[in-house]
T-cell receptor, first 115, second 112 residues
Framework: DADVTQTPRNRITKTGKRIMLECSQT?????MYWYRQDPGLGLRLIYY???????NKGEISDGYSVSRQAQAKFSLSLESAIPNQTALYFC??????????????FGEGSRLTVL | GDSVTQMEGPVTLSEEAFLTINCTYT??????LFWYVQYPGEGLQLLLK?????DKGSNKGFEATYRKETTSFHLEKGSVQVSDSAVYFC???????????FGTGTSLTVIP
């Protein structure tokens, strides 16, 4: 089983619909992230959380919200989806840098298409 | 602010050719540097890393050296294989340890 699991893996929806992407991890990491990948733009940070009570906006948080339900769960919501939110979304986790190298571990991605 | 600039692709090479993908960074202090690889249909996975100047990260025949004097972390492989076809991302973790910054990715296709 994957250490970082995202659901759904693929989703097609219509403009204006509410969408939730879920992420769960078994790595025991405190830090969790949501990234968006678009061709030619690389990965852009949407939100990140360093523990259950800590939520921070990334560079492109407008139109998105998140919830950290537990150390292992971090969900991303699009309250009213629009076509330019069509993208590949990645959840990632990391440990504290002082405990090691602190690199990111990624899920397999959730491909969202908004019609 | 911190940032990463990565060679644009796509790159197409014949099998056994030499690969270089350039990566330079802007950061204060001493960031940690990473190369991630994304195979088709998969998430990103760590390829190699370096945490201080002159460190050389290596894995699966790929190498990159942390050059503080040129603020670079170029990825190299002496002889690529078809199975190396993927998108490669250079990344840094800032000095505070709180955020990661990614390059735009370089798509590599290796043809037999």
């Amino acid at each position: 089983d994957a250490d970082v699991t995202q659901t759904p893996r693929n989703r097609i929806t219509k403009t204006g619909k509410r969408i939730m992407l879920e992420c769960s991890q078994t790595k025991g990491h405190d830090r969790m992230y949501w990234y968006r990948q678009d061709p030619g733009l690389g990965l852009r940070l949407i939100y990140y959380s360093f523990d259950v009570k800590d939520i921070n906006k990334g560079e492109i948080s407008d139109g998105y919200s998140v919830s950290r339900q537990a150390q292992a769960k971090f969900s991303l919501s699009l309250e009213s989806a629009i076509p330019n939110q069509t993208a590949l979304y990645f959840c990632a986790t990391s440990d504290l840098p002082r405990r090691g190298i602190g690199e990111l571990f990624f899920g397999e991605g959730s491909r969202l298409t908004v019609l | 602010g911190d940032s990463v600039t990565q060679m644009e692709g796509p790159v197409t090479l014949s099998e056994e050719a030499f690969l270089t993908i350039n990566c330079t960074y802007t950061a204060t202090g001493y960031p940690s540097l990473f190369w991630y690889v994304q195979y088709p249909g998969e998430g990103l996975q760590l390829l190699l890393k370096a945490t201080k100047a002159d460190d050389k990260g290596s894995n699966k025949g790929f190498e990159a050296t942390y050059r503080k004097e040129t603020t670079s972390f170029h990825l190299e492989k002496g002889s690529v294989q078809v199975s190396d076809s993927a998108v490669y991302f250079c990344a840094l973790r800032g000095n505070t340890g709180n955020q990661f910054y990614f390059g735009t990715g370089t798509s590599l296709t290796v043809i037999p």
